[in-house]
């Protein structure tokens, strides 16, 4: 069922759009608003379409993990189909990251801060995350689906679960009220920003606001890749957004792939 209050509220105070939210569809309920995305991809859907969900019951994040929807939180996703070679798309990730984090300062008039590659970080702990899924179609080049989850106001204890304990609302940082209506258009602006810059390859001001909001860099982190568990310093964000880091003998590396935890963050070494 359509959440049409919300969508009235969006497109109240949405501005001239491109691309991103020429179609934007609200639901009160859905599985996961990827997954509609996904379908809809297959199905000839149009480029930008943008699908809200009050709640999901089946919310996805990276890693195969699952993300807690309960009511309360903003989930978000938009279908693109950029007709770009796939290592144009590489950036998609940091890019959607710094568009969070601007549209959230907008709206909410605090700036999060970004965990590599692209987790939200308020006070130490996670506000939001973004899922980017490449989506291979029998006929063409790939769809790209950008799912952005972030939490607004905190809903009983317990109700995010386990991750209830590493969780920060927008609501309480900012210390005032969130407007989910204005929250999603102003994401929506600047997806459609993003998506602009990124067809005509005008990625540099994204990455030099990522390596200002990236929280990850001068801290340690524990790295889980192929290599197993290996301990370093993160020292800055390279020219393809990977995370140059520096092991205790020196030698340095940029990661690209795996899981990496940052000593001070998500309670991890706290
Ligand atoms: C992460 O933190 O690992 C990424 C979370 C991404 C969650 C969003 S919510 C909207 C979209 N639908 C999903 O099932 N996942 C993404």
């Known amino acids: 069922m359509e959440n049409i209050t919300l969508q009235k509220e969006i497109l109240s105070c949405l501005g001239p759009v491109q691309t991103v939210g020429r179609s934007v569809l609200c639901l009160k309920e859905a599985a996961s608003t990827n997954d509609i995305l996904k379908e809809a991809a297959r199905q000839g859907g149009a480029d930008g379409t943008v699908v809200t969900a009050d709640i999901q019951t089946a919310g996805r994040g990276r890693r195969g993990r699952t993300f807690c929807s309960p009511q309360g939180g903003l989930y978000l996703s938009v279908l693109l189909r950029p007709n770009l070679p796939v290592q144009a798309l590489q950036p998609v990730t940091a890019m959607t990251g710094v568009a969070v984090c601007q549209a959230v300062e907008t709206s909410c008039g605090l700036r999060p801060g970004l965990k590599w590659p692209n987790d939200l970080v308020i006070a130490g702990k996670k506000a939001g995350g973004i899922l980017v899924e490449l989506i291979p179609l029998p006929e063409g080049p790939p769809a790209l689906i950008i799912g952005i989850g972030i939490n607004l106001r905190r809903r009983g204890e317990g109700s995010l679960g386990e991750a209830e304990t590493i969780a920060a609302f927008l609501e309480e940082e900012a210390g005032r009220m969130a407007d989910?209506?204005?929250?999603?258009?102003?994401?929506?602006?600047?997806?459609?920003?993003?998506?602009?810059?990124?067809?005509?390859?005008d990625t540099g001001p994204y990455l030099a606001r990522y390596r200002r909001d990236c929280v990850t860099?001068?801290?340690?982190?524990?790295?889980?890749?192929?290599?197993?568990?290996?301990?370093?310093r993160a020292i800055g964000v390279g020219e393809d957004f990977g995370l140059m880091?520096?092991?205790?003998?020196?030698?340095?590396?940029?990661?690209?792939?795996?899981?990496?935890?940052?000593?001070?963050?998500?309670?991890?070494g706290t």
Not at 180 to 201: P, Q
């Open 217 to 232: 860099v001068g801290r340690e982190v524990l790295l889980m890749d192929t290599h197993g568990q290996r301990r370093a």
């Open 245 to 268: 880091v520096e092991f205790p003998g020196g030698e340095q590396e940029t990661i690209r792939t795996g899981e990496v935890s940052v000593r001070g963050l998500f309670g991890y």
């Open 180 to 201: 989910r209506g204005a929250l999603a258009a102003a994401l929506i602006g600047e997806l459609d920003r993003m998506y602009s810059a990124l067809k005509a390859g």
